[in-house]
């Protein structure tokens, strides 16, 4: 089975920055997408980036170019870089993974991102 594992959440001040990543079993590229989601208490979850296996990016216009999606084939990993903060952007942060053959997607368990001061 796929396993995804996020890391890299915690507590941050406003301003502040933060670089989550997810660890995938498989060769990352034997995804058509991977992407990272956030829920924050009492919202539902919401899309923040997603990258394709061909390279391309996705990011919700709310962010305003503050978060930026990255994938190193080699160790297996996409990356979240978390920029300029704001108690808004506290939530659990989840990594996903998506595939067409055979139709299916995965999850990671989350990562907490706390904003405060």
């Known amino acids: 089975q796929v396993q995804l594992v996020e890391s890299g959440g915690g507590l941050v001040q406003p301003g502040g920055s933060l670089t989550l990543s997810c660890a995938a079993s498989?060769?990352?590229?034997?995804?058509?997408?991977m992407g990272w989601y956030r829920q924050a208490p009492g919202k539902r979850r919401e899309s923040v980036a997603t990258?394709?296996?061909?390279?391309?990016?996705i990011y919700t216009d709310s962010l305003k170019g503050r978060f930026t999606i990255s994938r190193d084939t080699a160790q297996n990993t996409v990356s979240l870089q978390l920029n300029s903060l704001t108690p808004e952007d506290t939530a659990v942060y989840y990594c996903?993974?998506?595939?067409?053959?055979?139709?299916?997607?995965?999850w990671g368990q989350g990562t907490q991102v706390t904003v405060s001061s």
């Open positions: 990258i394709t296996s061909g390279g391309a990016t």
């Open positions: 498989d060769s990352i590229l034997s995804f058509v997408a």
């Open positions: 996903s993974a998506q595939r067409t053959v055979p139709l299916r997607g995965y």
